[in-house]
């Protein structure tokens, strides 16, 4: 059947079907349906301009994007003040803005500021068709179009994830099987250090298939740039922006690094757009081959890739770097992404400008002045008009021909987000509401939406097992899936867990050399004895010639201590000119952070200096389902009167903080949201012990208690603080806690204790 130019939105739909579960006039992620910021809409009867008043709003305030399948809005926003303020994934009638549902997400142990929540976007998937969002603070979610709950994960305390002060997420991306999200994390072992990385989930089971480092380690920031798919050399494969500095390109189906270039010094956050062969970047910050700041770049793509990641990068190879630019020009962005329509570039710059810029030459063809800045928010095009949010809550229709301003709308709160369109409508959300306008036409034609070319399979050359990453207590198993993939990470064939070969796996790069205290009974589930002890490795298994890899953690369940003592140690930290040792492999995040050393005889956590960009460190030593637990453990911080640090315990999703400097105790979950403080005079080089318990009330609300004593002395009777909050967290990790504000003095933890409240 051939595919008329055009599809009139009611009859002519209905005549010919639909080519894909998605319509071509839906807008299912934040970027739309050609992933560069383009409406396929054009409209009889209209010259770009809307009707002033809008057809609703919806009361919830976001610096993301909406998005529209269905006849439904998706919307990722928040609402309320101090402690009763939650971010929202709301589902709404397109048609009317009527609330069908919402849920709930609240903010926890996160360094979150001036209420810079929903910076980012939901995605739905026409295939399964579900919603997916990611937090800030990494509440990872799907859920039904009726908005009931199918999966969670809370990749802080499973994976790491690091939050920011500028709390930027993004929008996780779907690809064929899969959903893909990205962040900076520090999880253990070999993925310990803190990196920019992506991450794919089974997007039905939410089980995690791969993750990826591409880029360089460190990071300088964090990143919200969104991938961006194609099919290239047989793969399918995403190119991003990282935090890093680099643009790179990543194998979508195994995550695989393929290519990278180095494009900043700091982290990138605008998403990048496809010109044929070449990738179109910008970012707002200094230049890696001068002062100067801010670039937009025309990158040639390989045709090929090679058997190695490819990295173009000064340090590496300064010709083969630079020969990599088409063109570049001096226009700056720091989180605002390009409009690429035809061979048109329209951006937002950091000085307020729309800007349209030749895609084959990098040359600037009209510029429209609007404002004296710019906040994140990025244009889109529809029919021969871009509509641009800016800072101050104005949203700006300019003639994509020549530049010149048609309409200004005046929004109450700022537009920090991107606008999309969508059956003849303009949404945008500001921080005050969300809004729907009629753009003025007679009648509304789209053109049909592309579909991906998919390569075939080639022959088997890999096992890739599911989950790639486990944990598991003692007297529990788990269960995998076992899928044969070929070069290009394409399924094959799947193969039983009982039916490979599984050995434990010590990775020849390995700075800890461990096995984790489970093995595989004869279903191929593997299984951790009552008695096992709290360890971490990786598990091969061979099937058929083809051989995959898995790792993973075995966590205790309370009670459980660790006082360090068993520890050897025998790595040198050469600038101090001190013995230590690395710690607990299988905690979360305390790797590079914090190390085992000798303090007056005694084995205990420090935190250490290795990097100012982590002098805030938490750890987590359970799992994200724990619940209803004591945590204790005796603290110190170095110093004297006039400098100090923090140094604390996690109690299900709360803070129990000594701070140094301030002399209190402090109950926290994010700084804004809870805090509570208690007198109490600290002193330098002296141990305390810390102690908390968070009871959950049946009614949703909840008391955090914490107490604190000079270790060896008779505990208190009494909390020395309690914390009512009213919508309590009803589980979460245990961890520690460190912040040693410009690595000045370090603090130290010891003799941890976790033990269940109702044995």
Avoid at 329 to 357: E, F, M, R, W
Avoid at 406 to 431: D, F, K, P, R, W
Wanted: charged share 20%; aromatic share 10%.
């Amino acid at each position: 059947m051939q595919i008329p130019p055009f599809r009139w939105i009611a009859s002519v739909c209905l005549a010919f079907g639909m080519i894909s579960p998605a319509s071509a006039n839906d807008w299912p992620n934040w970027r739309g349906p050609l992933q560069s910021g383009v409406s396929l809409e054009h409209y009889r009867g209209g010259a770009g301009r809307v009707d002033a008043e809008p057809v609703w709003t919806y009361d919830s305030s976001s610096r993301g994007c909406p998005v529209v399948f269905d006849g439904r809005v998706y919307s990722f926003g928040y609402r309320g003040e101090k402690e009763e303020l939650v971010e929202l994934l709301t589902c709404l009638d397109e048609a009317t803005g009527k609330k069908l549902w919402e849920v709930e997400i609240k903010d926890f142990i996160s360094d979150t500021v001036y209420n810079r929540y929903a910076i980012g976007s939901p995605v739905v998937d026409p295939e399964s068709r579900r919603v997916y969002l990611l937090t800030a603070y990494g509440v990872f979610g799907c859920w039904d179009l009726d908005g009931k709950e199918i999966w969670r994960h809370s990749l802080m305390e499973e994976l790491g994830r690091l939050t920011f002060p500028n709390s930027k997420v993004g929008a996780p991306v779907v690809e064929g099987d899969l959903v893909i999200v990205r962040g900076i994390t520090a999880n253990w072992g070999a993925t310990g250090p803190a990196a920019d990385r992506f991450y794919g989930f089974d997007k039905i089971t939410g089980e995690l298939v791969w993750s990826s480092t591409p880029g360089t380690i460190p990071p300088t920031d964090s990143s919200f740039s969104t991938p961006v798919l194609e099919t290239r050399d047989g793969k399918r494969v995403f190119y991003c922006a990282t935090g890093c500095g680099n643009v790179v390109c990543v194998n979508a189906r195994d995550g695989v690094p393929l290519w990278r270039f180095k494009a900043g010094k700091v982290g990138i956050n605008a998403s990048v757009v496809l010109h044929g062969n070449e990738l179109i970047s910008i970012h707002g910050d200094e230049n890696v081959d001068s002062t100067t700041r801010g670039r937009m770049a025309a990158l040639k793509l390989p045709e090929k890739f090679a058997a190695e990641e490819i990295q173009l990068d000064p340090e590496v190879n300064e010709a083969a770097w630079k020969s990599v630019e088409a063109w570049r020009n001096d226009l700056g962005a720091g989180s605002s992404s390009p409009v690429l329509h035809g061979d048109k570039v329209y951006q937002i710059t950091d000085q307020g400008a729309v800007v349209c810029v030749n895609a084959g030459t990098g040359a600037v063809e009209w510029e429209a002045k609007v404002s004296n800045g710019n906040t994140h928010s990025s244009p889109v095009y529809a029919d021969g008009f871009v509509y641009a949010p800016l800072m101050e809550g104005k949203v700006f229709v300019i003639n994509a021909q020549d530049g010149a301003v048609v309409q200004e709308l005046q929004l109450e709160g700022n537009c920090i987000g991107a606008a999309m369109v969508c059956n003849g409508y303009l949404m945008v959300h500001s921080t005050k509401h969300l809004y729907r306008f009629k753009i003025l036409h007679e009648e509304v034609m789209a053109d049909a939406a592309p579909q991906p070319v998919i390569p075939e399979p080639g022959a088997s050359a890999a096992l890739q097992i599911i989950p790639s990453e486990f944990t598991v207590s003692p007297g529990n198993s788990v269960s995998f899936r076992i899928r044969t993939v070929d070069a290009n990470g394409f399924v094959t064939g799947e193969v039983k867990a009982a039916d490979a070969k599984w050995e434990s796996f010590i990775p020849p790069t390995a700075k800890v050399k461990s096995t984790a205290d489970a093995s595989f009974n004869a279903d191929g589930q593997l299984v951790a004895a009552a008695d096992a002890k709290m360890s971490a490795g990786a598990f091969k298994a061979t099937a058929g010639g083809l051989s995959g890899v898995i790792r993973g953690r075995v966590l205790l369940a309370p009670p459980f201590t660790e006082n360090f003592n068993e520890y050897e140690l025998n790595q040198l930290q050469e600038q101090e000119g001190v013995q230590f040792a690395y710690p607990p492999l299988a905690w979360i995040g305390a790797r590079f952070k914090f190390d085992i050393r000798d303090l007056d005889g005694e084995k205990v956590f420090a935190k250490t200096f290795d990097r100012l960009l982590f002098q805030r460190a938490t750890v987590f030593i359970g799992t994200e389902s724990m619940s209803d637990y004591t945590v204790q453990a005796d603290v110190m911080t170095d110093g004297n009167r006039r400098v100090k640090s923090d140094v604390g315990i996690i109690n299900q999703r709360y803070a129990i903080v000594l701070k140094g400097n301030a002399n209190v105790l402090e109950i926290s979950s994010n700084f804004e949201r809870l805090t509570r403080t208690a007198p109490f005079k600290v002193e330098a080089n002296k141990w305390y012990t810390l102690k908390s318990q968070v009871q959950v009330n049946d009614d949703g609300t909840g008391v955090v208690m914490a107490k604190v004593w000079e270790r060896g002395a008779e505990e208190p009777a009494d909390w020395t603080i309690s914390a009512e909050v009213p919508i309590v967290h009803k589980s979460g990790s245990p961890g520690l806690f460190g912040f040693t504000p410009q690595n000045q003095k370090k603090v130290f933890i010891d003799n941890v204790i976790v033990t269940p409240n109702h044995p």
